[in-house]
Every structure is written in structure tokens, then in C-alpha cells.
Nanobody, 115 residues
Framework: QVQLVESGGGLVQPGGSLRLSCVAS???????MAWYRRAPGKQRELVAR???????TYVDSVKGRFTISRDNAKNTVYLQMNSLKPEDTAVYYC??????????WGQGTQVTVSS
């Protein structure tokens, strides 16, 4: 089993920054990690994804503003979010795909962008 614990969410003004962290415990193996988000009234969407060798992909709406990274020694993935916009308001979820088969989710952390 793998447990994912997110932190770093909160309230920020438009144009501000936040950094989300997600620590994986348990047998996380070789994995892909990602951040998803679900905004009020919308479906969950993939925000950014990073492979075990740090190849990254991003949804178009966050390119140039968000950066996903990982520290394999700490079993941690980060999401640095800059130039935040009100439309980035959502619950952000950490995701881990282990061995291409097993999927794990964190409990979510709220990000609110508002003046």
C-alpha cells in the first residue's frame, strides 16, 4: 500500500504563488506522479505529470506558470504554482501510478485564489 499526504494549499491573491508538496509512504516503487485538480462544478483534470526520470507534461492552461518536480530520495513531488489566477481555484490531488498498474490518490488540498 501507498499513502499520499499533500500539503501547501491555502488562500492566495491573484498573481501570487504557492508550492504544493506530496509525500509518498509505503512501497511506492517505480512510479509516475501527478497533480490533478477539481474546480467547483467541473470535472477533475490533470494539471501536471512527472515520470520517475523527471519527464514532465502540463495542461496548456498552466504552462509557463506551474512547475512539477520530484525528489526521489524523499519520495516527494512538488507543484510550484506562480502567477496564480482565480480560475486555478480548486482542490488539488496528488496521484501516483505504481508499476503502470496500481493507482493511489491523496486526500486533496484546497487552493483558493481570490482578492
Amino acid at each position: 500500500q501507498v499513502q499520499l499526504v499533500e500539503s501547501g494549499g491555502g488562500l492566495v491573491q491573484p498573481g501570487g504563488s504557492l508550492r504544493l508538496s506530496c509525500v509518498a509512504s509505503g512501497d511506492s516503487g517505480v512510479n509516475v506522479m501527478a497533480w490533478y485538480r477539481r474546480a467547483p462544478g467541473k470535472q477533475r483534470e490533470l494539471v501536471a505529470r512527472i515520470t520517475s526520470d523527471s519527464r514532465t507534461t502540463y495542461v496548456d492552461s498552466v504552462k509557463g506558470r506551474f512547475t512539477i518536480s520530484r525528489d526521489n530520495a524523499k519520495n516527494t513531488v512538488y507543484l510550484q504554482m506562480n502567477s496564480l489566477k482565480p480560475e486555478d481555484t480548486a482542490v488539488y490531488y496528488c496521484y501516483l501510478l505504481r508499476g503502470g498498474i496500481s493507482i493511489y490518490w491523496g486526500q486533496g488540498t484546497q487552493v483558493t485564489v481570490s482578492s
